[in-house]
């Protein structure tokens, strides 16, 4: 082994983490895969007992699926006690938002169908994340960003225009505005979750109280809407158990641990991927075909994630949390 230089051995040996590598798989790696699973809810739902409101079935998956990410989230009460007067109002904005979502999203679903709802709410999301970002000065997108999201959704219409993934016949305008509102909803909540975490506080605390709330929240339109006629059968219980457990649970979890090394808008559109997941398993389950176009705009879509990614990996994205509890 050669020796050291005496100027060589006085100085510590440091060795260096490789930052990209831990900004990708800490940051864009986590939301790629909770996308991934989001992208198998409407596949899930399509399995649900006839005559299940759509919105009793996500509101369904969110109350259990919400409980659980409470009951698991350690330092929830350290979260609660430590906000004062002026975060209280943050955490019920971003409770309602989360509650907000499957309450807009599914009747959208319902009036313009899963590719044209899941289209507009998702592409949507990355807008309002970035104007709400710039107007409370949380963060100004940047030109990688803005790029890389007009081409996500342009991608995503593409698939829509090219009569794929189940894409609805008609347009109902209530429908849009209701997916539109889910998208807002998202932008929200995505907001004050990377907010909060980046002020220090445990991702799992964060997702924990925001969806623990939410389902409190979202309990009574579930009860109201007759549930308890159908959630009691195997396939009822089947399709809330997948979306409480898969796409609430475990992909909230990794979403907010994303949101570490991500800052929201970048999230947003990361989260783009979903319609793309939808799409494929539409093919490889449901038996849907995909036109010329929808595979184009699958493949744009599939360009600009990989673009920004590569952008998560090169910048640092949200102020890291100061605690890495789960």
Request: aromatic share 6%; glycine share 14%; hydrophobic share 55%.
């Amino acid at each position: 082994m050669p020796e050291l230089s005496p100027a060589a051995s006085a100085r510590p040996l440091t060795i260096r983490p490789p930052a990209a590598r831990s900004r990708f798989t800490q940051g864009a790696l986590p939301i790629l895969a909770a996308a991934l699973l989001w992208g198998t809810t409407g596949t899930a739902a399509s399995f649900a007992p006839a005559g299940a409101a759509p919105a009793a079935v996500g509101g369904a998956g969110l109350v259990l699926g919400g409980l659980l990410l409470l009951a698991g989230a350690r330092g929830a009460a350290a979260l609660l006690r430590s906000t004062g007067r002026g975060r209280r109002p943050l955490l019920a904005v971003g409770a309602l938002a989360v509650a907000g979502y499957p309450l807009a999203f599914y009747p959208a679903v319902a009036r313009t169908g899963v590719a044209v709802a899941t289209v507009i709410a998702l592409g949507s999301a990355p807008v309002f994340t970035g104007l709400l970002a710039w107007a409370a000065r949380v963060d100004r997108p940047g030109p990688r960003w803005i790029a890389a999201t007009a081409a996500a959704v342009l991608g995503c219409a593409l698939l829509v225009l090219g009569g794929g993934a189940g894409a609805a016949d008609r347009t109902d305008l209530t429908g849009v505005a209701l997916a539109a509102l889910a998208g807002l909803s998202y932008a929200l909540y995505s907001l004050v979750g990377g907010h909060l975490i980046g002020e220090g506080h445990a991702p799992g605390a964060v997702m924990g109280v925001l969806f623990g709330a939410a389902g409190v929240l979202t309990l009574p339109v579930v009860l109201a809407s007759g549930a308890a006629a159908w959630l009691p059968t195997a396939r009822g219980a089947a399709v809330v158990l997948h979306l409480a457990l898969l796409t609430t649970f475990l992909a909230y979890r990794l979403f907010g641990h994303g949101l570490r090394r991500t800052t929201a808008a970048a999230a947003t559109t990361l989260t783009l991927a979903e319609p793309a997941v939808a799409a494929l398993l539409g093919v490889a389950v449901l038996g849907e075909r995909l036109t010329p176009l929808s595979w184009t705009g699958l493949g744009v879509l599939g360009l600009a994630l990989a673009a920004l990614s590569r952008g998560v990996r090169r910048s640092a994205g949200a102020p890291a949390a100061r605690s890495t509890a789960p």
